[in-house]
Nanobody, 123 residues
């Protein structure tokens, strides 16, 4: 059974940074796009294409959020810099088994989800 496991969340002060990680276990086939979602937001914070690491970051997140991957480790990362209190949320990792030419960003297209990792930003 495919499983996604996030880590790296925590409590930080505003202005700090965090790097979230998501590992895919039991990936018996090549995954399609992977991405990060914030709580129930329908659109991804960021997604990444498996073949070339091409990222798509939500406009409102550009400049502070960076997504990357290590396919050899079946892992993606989300670097969050200059954290703000409004970044406080549970962040979920997701993956799709579809092989898209370009990643889509709506959550409905993602098949596998992790349990989430909590990020809390204080002033």
């Amino acid at each position: 059974q495919v499983q996604l496991a996030e880590s790296g969340g925590g409590s930080v002060q505003a202005g700090g940074s965090l790097r979230l990680s998501c590992v895919v276990f039991n990936a018996g086939f090549v995954f399609g796009c992977m991405g990060w979602f914030r709580q129930e937001d329908p659109e991804a914070v960021a997604v990444i294409h498996p073949s070339d690491g091409r990222p798509v970051v939500a406009d409102s997140m550009k400049g502070r959020f960076t997504i990357s991957q290590d396919r050899a480790k079946n892992t993606i990362y989300l670097q969050i810099d200059s954290l703000k209190p409004e970044d406080t949320a549970t962040y979920y990792c997701a993956a799709t088994r579809s092989n898209w030419a370009s990643c889509v960003t709506h959550r409905n297209w993602y098949n596998y989800w992790g349990q989430g990792t909590q990020v809390t930003v204080s002033t």
